[in-house]
């Protein structure tokens, strides 16, 4: 079945550090892959997408490269903000999902002043 | 253009009760998604329909736990006899197509005494 496996948080950065957080999926076909941002008490929302091999998901300075080569979906920032301070999640949807999403486990990312 | 409406926001019930948590997806999707998020988990998907129409339904438990989109109104969500387990957050998604990105609500937590 689907899969996507995060990388274990939580993350501490200082602000305008820079951020990675890894994901890897395993998936049937070609599966869409996202990133979903959730803060305290709310949904998620929707940060970045990419559909298909070396597509390149980008938003609010976020960005991550679909790499079907290394099954990875990696989302990076250049240089963090307190307000990122959130629950990532990585996900993917198709392959043999038709849908609905796989998530990984989530990372709490806290930034300080 | 409304978002993905989910009521109540929190809801409380006894061990035996019923819980029903609604949704009602953004306006022109015809596609709604449960999920669940356990304490400190990702989420985990429960089921997916359509209009009238339950599409997969893989990861709901096979006891207590029903779904479903009637023709009009909203979503319902049904869960018979709670126990304590079922203490989570639910989270409702939409989207226009299955293979559009989904849309979420606030989600309803659940909290059973």
């Known amino acids: 079945g689907d899969s996507v496996t995060q990388m274990e948080g939580p993350v501490t950065l200082s602000e305008e550090a820079f951020l990675t957080i890894n994901c890897t999926y395993t998936?049937?076909?070609?599966?869409?892959l996202f990133w979903y941002v959730q803060y305290p008490g709310e949904g998620l929302q929707l940060l970045l997408k990419?559909?298909?091999?070396?597509d390149k998901g980008s938003n609010k300075g976020f960005e991550a490269t679909y790499r079907k080569e290394t099954t990875s979906f990696h989302l990076e920032k250049g240089s963090v903000q307190v307000s990122d301070s959130a629950v990532y999640f990585c996900?993917?949807?198709?392959?043999?999902?038709?849908?609905?999403?796989?998530f990984g486990q989530g990372t709490i990312l806290t930034v300080h002043p | 253009n409304a978002g993905v409406m989910q009521n109540p926001r929190h809801l409380v019930r006894r061990r035996g009760q019923e819980a029903r948590l609604r949704c009602s997806p953004m306006?022109?999707?015809?596609?709604v998604y449960w999920y669940r998020q356990l304490p400190e988990e990702g989420l985990k998907f429960m089921v997916y329909?359509?209009?009238?129409?339950?599409?997969?339904e893989s990861g709901m438990p096979k006891e207590r736990f029903s779904a479903e989109f009637p023709k009009e109104g909203p979503s319902i969500l049904r869960i018979q006899q709670v126990v304590r387990g079922d203490s989570a957050a639910y989270f409702c998604?939409?989207?226009?197509?299955?293979?559009?990105?989904?849309?979420f609500g606030d989600g309803t937590r659940l909290s059973i005494l």
């Open positions: 998604a939409s989207s226009p197509d299955f293979n559009q990105p989904q849309h």
């Open positions: 998936a049937t076909g070609y599966p869409s």
């Open positions: 990419a559909t298909k091999a070396d």
């Open positions: 996900a993917n949807a198709g392959g043999t999902s038709y849908g609905k999403l796989t």
């Open positions: 306006k022109g999707h015809s596609h």
């Open positions: 329909l359509q209009k009238e129409n339950i599409i997969d």
